[in-house]
């Protein structure tokens, strides 16, 4: 099926490109002009009849999978409800330590220490009611994978200033920062024990992050381990194995009156 549908974009797609040649006696072709015409792919471009009847039988059964009922949430969680955390964003921060410590520590022998996700990430709200496949893809439509770094004790100082500095509901678990009015810092600790600079910390991460992205520049030189397993498929095994979401922001990150 792949193919022949690839095959019909492929004109629609891409440039249609005119080779004109010239042969020899060695019979060798040689490239004298290349002309293309542009094809848009938008609002405006008709469908093909042949390519809707032979791709509208599996799209039906995709559209089924996609919107059977997996769990159910209870209250509206979106990204930008709280400043600090929020419940969507302990949501995914917890569903990444619960579905893919097992497997790490099933590799090493670790538990995970933390776990360090990205607000902008989060690409879309979920509202109160029936949670399906579909909500996972649109909260989270990239391919990124879970990936656990390694990071000192500079590097955990290094992550936990960036989250100070940016003052935003990056998703993470296993840490407390409070913040006083003025900023200044009124309790740090990682698993409830204070940073110790002396120690190697295990961080749950994605690997978009672990390669710099949105700025985090503190995983540089790290070593990791991917699990093999997308942060949207760990969304989607949780939602199945629990009947009702259950998250609400708390005081994991906060800055006191």
Do not use: W
């Amino acid at each position: 099926m792949y193919k022949r549908l690839g095959k019909a974009f492929l004109y629609l797609a891409f440039a249609k490109a005119i080779l004109i040649t010239t042969s020899c006696k060695s019979d060798h072709l040689y490239l004298t002009k290349v002309t293309s015409t542009q094809t848009h792919i938008d609002s405006t471009l008709q469908s093909v009849a042949q390519i809707e009847a032979y791709i509208t039988p599996f799209k039906k059964s995709l559209d089924a999978q996609m919107d059977e009922q997996l769990s159910f949430n209870p209250v509206s969680m979106n990204k930008n409800d709280y400043k600090y955390n929020t419940p969507i964003g302990n949501m995914l921060a917890t569903i990444v330590r619960e579905q893919g410590e097992p497997i790490y520590k099933s590799r090493t022998g670790k538990n995970i220490d933390i776990v360090l996700l990205n607000h902008g990430g989060i690409r879309a709200g979920m509202p109160a009611g029936p949670v399906t496949m579909r909500r996972a893809y649109e909260i989270m439509p990239f391919d990124n994978e879970i990936t656990i770094a390694e990071l000192s004790g500079d590097q955990m100082n290094e992550l936990i200033n960036y989250l100070i500095d940016r003052k935003r509901a990056h998703p993470f678990d296993g840490m407390k920062i409070i913040l006083n009015a003025d900023d200044s810092v009124n309790e740090i600790t990682i698993q409830n024990q204070p940073l110790d600079k002396d120690r190697t910390y295990i961080v749950a991460t994605n690997d978009y992050l672990y390669n710099g992205g949105d700025d985090m520049s503190f995983f540089k030189g790290a070593p990791m381990m991917k699990i093999d397993y997308k942060i949207r498929n760990a969304v989607i095994d949780y939602f199945k194995k629990v009947d009702t979401i259950k998250f609400e922001r708390d005081n994991r990150f906060e800055v006191l009156d």
